[in-house]
Nanobody, 129 residues
Framework: VQLQASGGGLVQPGGSLTLSCTSS????????IGWFRQAPGKKREGVSC????????DYSESVKGRFTISEDKFKNMVYLQMDSLKPEDTAVYYC???????????????????????WGQGTLVTVSS
């Protein structure tokens, strides 16, 4: 099973990027999908997640109102639309799957990395002028 995150790049502050997450071996609509990011010298933090089972979506406070997560079940893709990007959004972005959160979502734990067992290799987003 492989997860693949893509779409990163260099963008100016205020710009937009769309990240994509897909899998070659699993149907993403049977897992909670989380987007995480890790900046140099910082801990990995949850950014957004979606549970296809009930449609629940969560965002971290740092990206709420600027990022939008969505899924395309037919293409087996999950997207993260990032608008109004800031330099502090610079990080490697990862998508990950959680089976336990898919069946037993706990809202206070949706961004707990240990509950996500499959991770993509990450895609670098750099926000700079």
């Amino acid at each position: 099973v492989q997860l693949q995150a893509s779409g990163g790049g260099l963008v100016q502050p205020g710009g937009s990027l769309t990240l994509s997450c897909t899998s070659s071996g699993i149907g993403l609509d049977h897992y909670q999908i989380g987007w995480f990011r890790q900046a140099p010298g910082k801990k990995r933090e949850g950014v957004s997640c979606i549970n296809p089972r009930d449609g629940t979506i969560d965002y971290s406070e740092s990206v709420k109102g600027r990022f939008t997560i969505s899924e395309d079940k037919f293409k087996n893709m999950v997207y993260l639309q990032m608008d109004s990007l800031k330099p502090e959004d610079t990080a490697v972005y990862y998508c990950a799957t959680s089976e336990i959160l898919y069946y037993s979502p706990v809202r206070t734990q949706v961004f707990t990395p240990d509950l996500y067992l499959q991770w993509g290799q990450g895609t670098l987003v750099t926000v700079s002028s």
